[in-house]
């Protein structure tokens, strides 16, 4: 299929940004949308222009570096990954419009590229279980209830992807601290630091700059690994009792 | 090509006639019985005071499951950590898309497990290829990783009961794989990652994201720091230590496309092995029987689904060559579910290179199915039938959905197609027993060094490896190192970093300089082309012969004709990648070479001239039964062989059978 494609050119943070049009031919639907991109870069590349930049790294869904908006949607038109999108969603002579993230937490770095380092100072005011190394008890010394297990694994599936935070009215992180708050919160291994790990990176979302939750649910309509949207209330539910 | 006595005065020819050094020794394995050989080295290991600790920096290289583990756990310990990952986070390393699970030792299902059974099936599995105190050390560590790992939330599936589920593995008869649905290197690694992350806030790590190292500073002798390209700026810049560990991951990628993560490289371990530090068995790759066959030339990359598969997935091919009907119509007589037929005891889980080799030839034979004929069936139908769809799918649903994903097919409802790919390299940076390379100071830990699977590694095992490197076995023979060696401060103004620092610049300026007509990704792809076609699945004289008279004139092709837009004094992915081409032109040389030396199968490694009347690889052990750790001299120099002989006292070297 032949494609006209509108990407968001921007050189730093700091140089004012464009959408830039460019054809793409011979894009087979087989293709992930990078390897459409990749197909464009190439070309690019022996015309002597510099590639479009954008973060990917797994491409199979899991490690969470890519993610654009692609017509006005957090990773585009399916509920997944940038990377686990096939061009089979897209018809031939389409218009693609392609931007990066947009927040203010998440500067742009280069074209498709944002610094999302923020999302990891979240996780170090308080999204983790102080276990230093050699002074775990043995595995089963504390049963875990099955329905704790399942609900910590549906949270801690989050992949930092920032997919949530872009497709955010408010550029909130709501969805992605709830995720590692209840994760951690409801295992009794997390017991302890149940109150502070929620107070601190609440304090650490606020200060970074990301914006307020209206319960407006874009976060998990967008969200490639479906967090759901009951984790912000578990999240609040926390934040009350600490 | 011919060995020569270093000793015979001869001068090396060519690339191909390597010469044979002196052999190399795992001299920090305690000697006495294998269980206490680790507590004994232990014991006898220098510590370093506590309020000391902090006087030393050590570097680490990359935050999967062994550098994460690593950099969180000797930041604990009061080290200065100064670490490095390409990516944006830690949290994004390759790691991370680790599917089936992590083995252990626990027994919890009393099915005849023990530490000595785990160590037993790792060495076979291994095909006798690797080193027994190492393995043995990690079977012990193993059920220490389980209790961490747990007490650091990570959220392994459980029972009803509330305790650990576990589930079997190819090459093993007990259940010990500890997972996670199918994301449990997502897991483990945001254990580490979250543990890391503890440290970095706290001021123990400093974290340096989206910077690459590019060289090894060694002065004196040692291992002092490494030069790194900050991603964004295009700065290079010397970062100095007291010891440095590379926990740079495997090389598979130099295959182009594998199931490793794109920007997964070997440049790390390469630059080591150019300063000093012998790589070993780099022709041990492992093809993972069940990943999703490619869709066409412009394929970036494979996509793995996960070992576990085949916990209740049958594989089959049709009887017939050239049956194109759909799956569904063809009955179960016209079937060949080839696996369960040659390898009753272990039917669908027998170990991946035996899987992967199984499919090749069923495909060779003209019986693959889909587009080329390049796959064979993974069928659920049966497990759907007698488990039910809801059970199927919470066991394996994300990667159902994912194969669905990418491929437009239902897998409840048309088997899977799936064929070998690259996946994991056995070979990688030459270890003693205290994972310290032939570069005093430098150490290498998980995929990145080529220590404990020997020719072939068995599943759930890489997790295994890392967490057992990073937590429990670098940060005492570290602090050993650290608490033995009077180390002087690097000057900052000491010539061997302006030296590295300008050949590293150089290196960068020479490629954006030639302005050719070719791309990065084009030159990878023929790369790739031409070891999967030589130095894949199978490989003969004839074919490493011509891979290594080609690598060269790739080479040099490449110095011609490569094209990269743009300067290295910013973000500029195309110079990443040519970048890191270099270092795997070099390093496919020496896979090929490698292969070609090692004229037995074992393992990964099948050459068709060493096989059992069956077809099955035919070990050559009084010839080989050691490790081949390489030296450098120079890019297009023929390399110096240093052996390791390998000593089965414990697990005797047979014929292995799956059968």
């Known amino acids: 299929m032949n494609l006209t494609l509108r990407i968001w050119r921007q050189q730093g943070p700091d140089t004012p940004g464009e959408m830039t049009i460019y054809q793409v031919s011979g894009i087979s639907e087989d293709m992930s949308f990078l390897e459409m991109l990749d197909t464009l870069n190439e070309e690019l590349i022996l015309r002597g222009e510099r590639p479009v930049a954008f973060d990917h790294d797994c491409r199979e869904g899991i490690c969470g570096a890519c993610g654009m908006v692609i017509n006005g949607q957090a990773h585009g038109p399916e509920r997944t990954t940038t990377c686990q999108l096939h061009m089979r969603h897209f018809k031939d002579g389409d218009t693609i419009d392609v931007e990066p993230w947009r927040a203010g937490a998440f500067p742009v770095v280069r074209d498709l590229v944002v610094d999302r380092s923020a999302l990891d100072r979240i996780i170090g005011s308080g999204g983790y279980i102080t276990a230093p190394t050699g002074s775990a008890p043995e595995a089963h010394a504390t049963a875990v209830p099955k329905e704790a297990a399942d609900l910590a694994f549906e949270h801690a599936e989050c992949i930092g992807c920032g997919a949530c935070v872009a497709a955010c009215p408010n550029g909130s992180a709501m969805l992605f601290t709830a995720a590692k708050v209840v994760h951690l919160n409801v295992l009794p291994q997390g017991a302890p630091e149940r109150a502070s790990r929620v107070r601190n990176m609440v304090g650490a979302m606020d200060a970074e700059g990301f914006g307020g939750c209206t319960n407006t649910g874009e976060c998990a309509t967008a969200c490639p690994k479906g967090i759901p949207l009951t984790g912000i209330a578990r999240l609040n539910r926390e934040f009350l009792r600490s | ?659």
């Open chain 2, 1 to 659: 090509m011919s060995a020569h006595d270093t000793t015979s005065g001869k001068a090396p020819m060519s690339y191909l006639d390597y010469t044979v050094g002196t052999p190399v020794a795992d001299t920090r394995a305690p000697a006495g019985p294998i269980e206490q050989r680790w507590d004994q080295r232990r014991f006898e290991a220098k510590l370093v005071n506590p309020a000391n600790r902090r006087k030393h920096t050590v570097i680490v290289v990359g935050t999967g499951l062994a550098g994460g583990a690593a950099g969180a756990t000797l930041a604990e310990q009061g080290y200065h950590v100064v670490q490095f990952c390409f990516q944006d986070s830690p949290r994004r390393a390759h790691s991370i898309a680790a599917q089936g699970g992590i083995n252990a030792a626990k027994n919890y299902r009393n099915d005849g497990d023990s530490i000595r059974r785990l160590f037993y099936d790792t060495v076979k599995g291994g095909d006798f290829r690797a080193r027994e105190s190492n393995v043995h050390r990690l079977a012990q560590v193993s059920v220490e990783i389980i209790d961490q790992c747990v007490a650091q939330g990570v959220p392994f599936a459980r029972e009803y009961g509330g305790l650990l589920d576990t589930r079997s593995f190819g090459g093993v008869q007990v259940s010990r794989t500890f997972y996670a649905r199918g994301q449990t290197g997502q897991q483990l690694l945001l254990g580490a990652y979250q543990a890391l992350s503890r440290q970095i806030a706290a001021g123990n790590v400093e974290l340096h994201a989206r910077t690459e190292m590019l060289d090894l500073i060694v002065i004196d002798g040692r291992a002092r720091g490494i030069v790194a390209r900050d991603l964004v700026t295009g700065e290079i810049r010397t970062h100095l230590a007291d010891a440095v560990v590379l926990a740079t991951g495997g090389y598979g990628n130099v295959f182009y496309l594998s199931t490793n993560a794109k920007n997964s490289n070997a440049t790390a371990i390469w630059r080591a092995h150019r300063r000093g530090a012998y790589f070993a068995n780099p022709c041990f790759t492992q093809i993972h029987p069940t990943c999703i066959p490619r869709s066409g030339d412009h394929q970036s990359k494979l996509t793995l689904m996960s070992e576990s598969l085949r916990n209740d997935g049958r594989i089959w091919v049709p009887k017939a060559k050239g049956d194109t009907r759909p799956p569904a119509q063809i009955p179960e007589d016209e079937r060949d579910y080839y696996l369960e037929r040659i390898y009753p005891a272990f039917g669908n889980l027998v170990p991946r290179d035996i899987a992967s080799r199984a499919a090749k030839v069923v495909c060779d034979e003209g019986r693959g199915v889909g587009p080329g004929g390049q796959g064979v069936y993974l069928d659920f139908a049966d497990a759907i039938a007698r488990l039910g769809r809801a059970a199927v799918e919470a066991k394996y649903g994300n990667l159902f959905e994912m194969y669905e994903r990418i491929t437009a097919e239902d897998p409840y409802t048309v088997p899977m197609r799936i064929y070998p790919a690259i996946h994991y390299t056995m070979g990688g940076l030459w270890v003693d027993y205290d994972l310290q390379t032939t570069v005093p100071g430098l150490f290498a830990i998980g995929e990145a060094n080529f220590s404990d699977h020997g020719a072939n590694r068995l599943g759930a095992s890489a997790l295994m490896q890392g967490l057992a490197d990073g937590y429990f076995v670098l940060p005492p023979t570290l602090n050993d190192y650290l608490g033995r060696t009077p180390l002087e401060p690097v000057p900052g103004d000491h010539p061997q970093l302006a030296e590295v620092e300008a050949e590293v610049t150089d290196r960068l300026n020479l490629i954006l300089a030639v302005d050719g007509d070719r791309t990065p990704d084009s030159f990878h792809r023929e790369l790739g082309e031409l070891l999967w076609d030589n130095c894949g699945m199978a490989r003969d004289e004839a074919g490493l012969r011509h891979a290594l008279a080609r690598i060269p004139e790739l080479r040099e092709e490449f110095w011609r004709r490569i094209k990269v837009p743009g300067t290295g004094a910013e973000l500029n992915q195309a110079l990443e990648k040519a970048n890191r081409l270099v270092d795997y032109f070099e390093l496919a040389e020496l896979m090929c070479l490698d292969a070609l030396h090692r004229a037995e199968s074992c393992g990964g490694h099948f050459r068709t001239e060493s096989a059992t009347p069956e077809g099955e690889a035919a070990r050559r052990d009084e010839e080989f039964t050691y490790a081949a750790a390489w030296e450098f001299s120079g890019t297009g120099d023929a390399p110096v062989l240093h052996k390791e002989e390998l000593v089965f006292e414990h697990v005797h070297p047979t014929q292995r059978s799956y059968a």
